[in-house]
């Protein structure tokens, strides 16, 4: 349940249900309406999902200002590579999955290698 801005709950809402519509009229075996909808509605959600996306940029680190804010790292605390969620859903539902996440090799301190004199 959506516990947050009593006012947000509404616009979420009307969110889910226009995407709903949208995706039943897209289920439709109607091509007059088929065609009516990829040259409406196909447009403004890529417009949507871009605007989305670009709250997503990640800064001069290749880090997401909204899935890893600065505000929550901690100096002491190692910060993975973690990709965007907003991305990698978008990466994921286009059918992109195997260039979703890039395989990284994690370095390792050898902190057992060293001797204690």
């Not at 940029?57 to 990709?83: I, M, Q, T, Y």
């Amino acid at each position: 349940m959506y516990d947050g801005n009593p006012l947000d709950g509404g616009l979420r809402t009307s969110v889910h249900q226009r995407l709903d519509d949208l995706a039943r009229a897209a289920g439709r075996r109607d091509p007059r309406r088929a065609a009516e909808l990829s040259r409406q509605e196909i447009p403004l959600l890529v417009q949507a999902l871009r605007s989305v996306l670009a709250a997503h940029e990640p800064d001069e680190h290749g880090h997401c200002p909204v899935c890893h804010p600065k505000s929550a790292w901690l100096p002491f605390r190692r910060h993975n590579r973690l990709p965007c969620r907003a991305y990698l859903a978008v990466q994921l539902r286009l059918g992109n999955a195997e260039t979703a996440v890039p395989l990284q090799r994690r370095r390792h301190r050898a902190t057992h290698l060293h001797s204690v004199s």
